[in-house]
């Protein structure tokens, strides 16, 4: 999913990020710097906003430092930023909380889960395609007996918390794992995308992706658990 699709969401709904949140502005023109979002909340105070579609690095603290500098002064210290990104790991967590800053976590799948309630058809093909994706690739790389980079444990995680993410990842491949066999048995049984998307009641640009992941066969282990699986449901 773009940045800029991520930007669209956020801006048009705010109140994924907060409550009673006014946008006043996207890609705000300062000092030949754009900031993603500017917003302000309940109380009247500013807030900035640093969008990524993606996991929230270092150089992201250094950027929304740089933008708060233009809008702080001594007569008005209210103003407040906040990264936002997919995924914030733990050590920036604990960074964030540390000097003041606001940050938030909103992985793809939130975001499908809020835009479906909304009925928002739009939106909700982009970031399902982008669910789909992380799907299929976190399937193949479990079968492959390889955790998927998005989700694995780094160094500085303790073995209580390493022990628990995996615990989670299984949960979450067992759910997607369910999803993509269910597509696989019904492609076998001669069901095309749109059968198996209202038999599954899943989005059909997320059952294309499934489809186009099976018959594309990336996954040679992949390839061999389906067909075991199809033999045995005989």
Request: proline fraction near 3%; charge should be positive; charged fraction near 30%.
């Amino acid at each position: 999913m773009k940045e800029s699709v991520f930007e669209d969401i956020i801006a048009k709904y705010p109140e994924v990020i907060e409550d009673a949140l006014k946008l006043l502005g996207r890609q705000v023109n300062v000092e030949g710097k754009r900031i993603d979002l500017l917003l302000e909340d309940k109380h009247g105070q500013k807030l900035i906003i640093e969008l990524k579609a993606g996991t929230i690095v270092r150089k992201d603290i250094a950027q929304i430092m740089d933008y708060e500098g233009y809008f702080v002064s001594r007569y008005d210290p209210t103003v407040r930023v906040m990264l936002v990104g997919y995924r914030v790991p733990r050590n920036l967590q604990r960074v964030f909380d540390h000097h003041g800053i606001e940050w938030k976590e909103i992985p793809p799948r939130r975001l499908e889960s809020f835009l479906n309630e909304k009925g928002d058809k739009d939106l909700l093909r982009f970031v399902s395609e982008e669910v789909a994706e992380n799907d299929t690739a976190e399937y193949g790389s479990e079968k492959e007996g390889t955790a998927s980079p998005k989700s694995g444990s780094t160094k500085t995680r303790t073995t209580a918390q390493s022990a628990k993410d995996t615990r989670q990842r299984r949960v979450d491949f067992s759910r997607k794992e369910g999803k993509i066999v269910q597509t696989a048995y019904l492609m076998r049984s001669g069901y095309d995308a749109a059968q198996i998307a209202a038999k599954l009641n899943i989005p059909l640009n997320k059952i294309k992706l499934y489809v186009g992941f099976l018959k594309n066969n990336r996954h040679p282990s992949v390839v061999e658990f389906f067909r075991g699986s199809a033999d045995s449901g005989r």
